[in-house]
């Protein structure tokens, strides 16, 4: 059972930087592919971004490329996001999500553990 924890989440002003982080336990963390989601208020869970279990390799939501980044830490058991230039729209409960298979998904069912969410408001 792997247990998921985030953190990082703030307020911060259109325009700013946050770097979320998603420490792992209770499992092996290179056998997990992980994602990242976020949702927003009165709206479905979206997928933000995920990243590659074998060689951290990532893809991401159309309207986050080049603006957001997926990055893990083998020695840490951590994914981590940084998000660069944010949107008011952006705001959101950002969570991390884990899947022992290999490919990289898009859609949440296909997860097998989540994290508790932190929040993140970007203010204009």
């Known amino acids: 059972q792997v247990q998921l924890v985030e953190s990082g989440g703030g307020l911060v002003q259109a325009g700013g930087s946050l770097r979320l982080s998603c420490a792992a336990s209770g499992g092996t963390f290179s056998r997990y592919t992980m994602g990242w989601f976020r949702q927003a208020p009165g709206k479905e869970r979206e997928f933000v971004g995920v990243?590659?279990?074998?060689?951290?390799?990532?893809y991401y939501l159309d309207s986050v490329k080049g603006r957001f980044t997926i990055s893990r830490d083998s020695a840490k058991n951590t994914v981590y996001l940084q998000m660069n230039t944010l949107k008011v729209e952006e705001t959101a409960v950002y969570y991390c999500a884990a899947r022992s298979g290999a490919a990289r998904k898009r859609l949440d069912y296909e997860y097998e553990y989540w994290g508790q969410g932190t929040q993140v408001t970007v203010s204009s």
């Open positions: 990243s590659s279990r074998s060689d951290g390799s990532a």
